[in-house]
């Protein structure tokens, strides 16, 4: 079989996002060089009572932007929409032939929220009078069948529901596809709907935040739940170059790993976060000096932010700024690896890189330079951007600027 | 030329527990699907499904570990346990983890969201949410050997498990890491098997037709779904005779396929085949035989048929499985098992549930039969358009 060559280099030529501060790239940037943040009250579940009540929502009407007539759109589940909405502005960015163009997108949910629909209408009105198609949409399958449907994709589908850490990998896994020509184009992402489940889920495991979360803060509890999708367009260097695309960043390499350790929580020196930034360094053939910016995964848990900051002082050093995009719109779970990956192929693109929100004072086991408060105009060449999620797995994205 | 051995294998699966008493299932020739007693199927059209009985979790798993596993991570753990076992000794802590799951922990997420209504947001136990992630069983796996490498779940409907077997080959192809846990873990729910029912997927009593999975046959009238967990141990430098290598991957997409549903494209199906044939170094003609995904729907049946009768001038015996142990069962790892098999005993199994030709339609082998093997096509299609396939071969090279 053909193995993933080292010697491809890997070309972002499109990108698009959807969150809670922006429906695209233009929009997301803005709220980021403005230091403006999307959490707010939450308002999906009226009538369900939880413990906290923020949330980083998208208050789109999403059915008026996919780029499908309603009665094509109501069949999929929220996650689908938020997925086509930003795969469309990824599409139109790149330009690129679908007929080959794979599509690998992580999840963790998936259609969960329309699953929970169907599973109160049956509580409701008995198993005969529950819309059968509610469930049908609840796979985590179906985001990237709804992308590859809605642009007649034909090079194959794949998704990925590694927990948080889905879209990073899905993102790598996109790559080394394409290195090994295994497809001429990948379309690759992640999106993530806000759900019951998940909501009440976080809140009884006590890791959400009751106020916006403050990643790397002394004050800092856990985090605030967000949704949201964003994919990349990759292609083959030379293809790109050869079809004359505007490339927008480079993706020099990734890396993947696992704790083994415990279903939730991260191992405490961060054993596996370092080893994917390792990793990450390694198959982009670089170096730990070469790094000039990291986009932490930074949930603001108390756990994660002191082992994420112990991997990447193990991994990068001390002297690399640090921050977590989290701070402006939540932990958009399953999709976090690729709208955060977008953060950072914008932050290379205009040499600016976001700041961590509400970070008034660095608790004391987390020593980095976190970049507070506002934006930081400086000079980047590669950057990683870091995603790890339950079952300890862990995935580190490097990009360099085109 | 880059091949990987197989040197493990563990299976949990309808009406055998172990690679040898799935061996003996698929030399026996009759199904495992039986009626279904987990829940009650009053009102619906079928009531059989190929479902794991006389699973032990305890002799494979600790019991406070136990309590805190769904069946899902069950059945991942016990068939890792199994396939350590037939390899012999344990992995190395650097290898990975990918499996794959159709529908993942379905069940757990319905019995989260009863606790929820009943007891409310706040007072929902967090263990069940713990499992709610469809990645819960390869987090359980790489925890209980202690594997480092990467740690994915894939959820590509009917193709999950080969999709995973997919990317864990492109890593140790690539040299990230020497071996993987690679597998495919499923159950029956009574929401998805409902689901499956209400939109006329499942077989079912016809007039004088029984209610049974029957692929390529005349009759056919829809699937039996199946569950179950399946791990393979995959590695470059194997240590003892492996049971077969994989050598090559094809994937690409139907575009004519629903979301729910198969499609008409036969061109993307022999684009996926020809594309794993080739990436395999190998020509058609080098095919023994096909592992085939038929399910006994309307749809995909005639749509993989044709598809080998437009790629093949001679097509080589096909081997319809899924009428022992179902659709979706162990996120299809157990057709790919019985593959390797078949490459390990040079003997291809006959396709249960087979009786009647439809005579637009190639016809699967009727009995079991001995014959040199070399390379074996695995075909996998989903409802929404999802195409893997991958070749296997009995040699290094």
């Keep these: 079989m053909r193995k993933p060559d080292p010697n491809v280099r890997i070309a972002v030529t499109g990108a698009g996002i959807i969150c809670s501060i922006g429906r695209n790239k233009d929009e997301v940037w803005s709220a980021i060089a403005e230091s403006r943040a999307g959490i707010r009250k939450l308002t999906r579940f009226p009538g369900e009572t939880f413990p906290t009540d923020l949330a980083a929502e998208v208050d789109e009407d999403l059915d008026a932007m996919v780029p499908l007539d309603r009665r094509d759109a109501k069949r999929m589940s929220r996650s689908d929409k938020l997925a086509v909405i930003a795969a469309a502005e990824a599409i139109a960015q790149a330009g690129v032939a679908l007929e080959r163009a ?56 794949v998704s990925n529901a590694t927990a948080c850490a889905s879209a990073g990998a899905a993102i790598g896994m996109a790559a080394d596809y394409l290195r090994a020509r295994h497809a001429d184009a990948a379309i690759a992402g992640g999106t993530d709907a806000l759900c019951r489940l998940t909501y009440s889920g976080f809140n009884v495991l006590q890791a959400v935040d009751g106020e916006a979360c403050a990643p790397f803060s002394s004050r800092r509890k856990g985090i605030t739940l967000g949704e949201g999708a964003a994919y990349l367009v990759l292609e083959r260097w030379d293809d790109a170059a050869a079809r004359g695309a505007q490339v927008i960043a480079e993706l020099c390499g990734y890396g993947a790993t696992c704790d083994a350790h415990h279903p939730t929580a991260p191992h405490e020196e961060g054993r596996g976060a370092e080893a994917a930034m390792r990793g990450a360094l390694c198959d982009a053939r670089s170096t730990a000096e070469a790094i000039d910016y990291i986009n932490a995964h930074g949930t603001g848990t108390l756990l994660n932010d002191s082992s994420e900051t112990k991997a990447i002082i193990a991994a990068v050093g001390t002297g690399v700024p640090v921050s977590s995009s989290k701070s402006y719109f939540g932990h958009t779970l399953g999709a976090s690896g690729a709208v955060e990956a977008v953060i950072t192929v914008l932050a290379l693109a205009n040499q600016i890189a976001p700041p961590t929100l509400r970070l008034e004072s660095a608790a004391a086991d987390c020593p980095l330079d976190y970049i507070p408060h506002t934006p930081r105009p400086m000079r980047m060449q590669q950057a990683l951007s870091n995603t790890f999620g339950f079952g300890g797995s862990n995935v580190s994205l490097l990009f360099k600027r085109a | 030329m880059t091949r990987i051995a197989i040197t493990g294998i563990g299976v949990v699966a309808p ?99 009863q606790e929820y209504v009943e007891k409310g947001a706040a007072l929902a136990p967090p263990q069940l949410f713990a499992e709610s992630v469809a990645n819960a069983p390869g987090s359980h796996v790489g925890i209980e050997s202690g594997l480092r490498g990467f740690n994915i779940t894939v959820t590509q409907r009917e193709s999950s498990a080969l999709a995973a077997l997919m990317y864990a080959c ?18 029956v729910s009574e929401i998805v098997f409902g689901v499956l029912d209400r939109v006329g997927t499942l077989a079912h009593r016809n007039g004088a037709v029984d209610e049974c999975a029957r692929p390529f046959d005349r009759r056919r009238n829809g699937m039996v779904v199946g569950e179950g967990g399946a791990v393979l141990i995959a590695e470059a430098a ?33 684009s996926a085949m020809r594309a794993a044939v080739e ?119």
């Design chain 2, 15 to 113: 009406g055998a527990i172990g690679v040898d008493a799935f061996s003996d299932l698929l030399d026996g020739g009759q199904t495992a699907a039986t009626k279904i007693d987990r829940f009650d199927t009053n009102g619906l059209t079928a009531h059989t499904a190929a479902v794991v009985r006389d699973f032990v979790p305890r002799d494979f798993i600790a019991p406070m570990k136990l309590r805190r596993m769904n069946n899902l991570s069950r059945f991942g753990v016990a068939a890792a346990r199994l396939a350590m076992n037939d390899r012999g000794s344990e992995l190395t802590t650097a290898a990975g983890v990918a499996m794959g799951t159709a529908f993942g922990p379905v069940q757990t997420s319905v019995d989260y969201m």
């Design chain 2, 238 to 270: 194997p240590r003892k005779q492996p049971y077969a290598f994989v050598s090559g991957f094809g994937i690409a997409r139907d575009t004519t396929a629903t979301i729910s549903d198969w499609g008409s494209g036969v061109e993307a199906v022999s």
């Design chain 1, 102 to 157: 794979i599509v690998s997108t992580g999840t963790s949910t998936g259609g969960l929220v329309e699953g929970e629909d169907y599973y109160f209408k049956r509580l409701l009105r008995g198993r005969r009078r529950a819309p059968a198609s509610l469930v049908l949409q609840q796979p985590t399958s179906g985001p990237s069948d709804a992308v590859a449907r809605t642009f007649n994709l034909g090079g194959g589908v």
């Design chain 2, 279 to 397: 990436d395999a170094e190998l020509s058609l003609h080098n095919i023994d035989a096909i592992y085939s995904s038929a399910n006994a729907t309307r749809k995909a049946d005639p749509l993989e048929s044709r598809a080998l009768q437009t790629l093949f001038d001679d097509v080589p015996l096909v081997v319809a499985t899924k009428g022992y142990f179902g659709e979706y069962a162990a996120g299809g790892a157990l057709q790919l098992i019985a593959a390797l098999l078949a490459l390990r005993d040079q003997k291809l199994h006959a396709s249960t549930g087979f009786s009647e030709p439809d005579h637009a339609m190639i016809s699967p082998t009727r009995r079991s039969e001995n014959r040199e093997l070399r390379h074996i096509l695995v075909n996998s299609i989903s409802a929404g358009g999802g195409i893997v396939c991958a070749v296997l071969s009995r040699d290094a090279s």
């Design chain 2, 170 to 187: 492109s890593q140790i192809a690539k040299g990230v890491l020497p071996a993987a846990v690679v597998g495919g873990v499923d159950e």
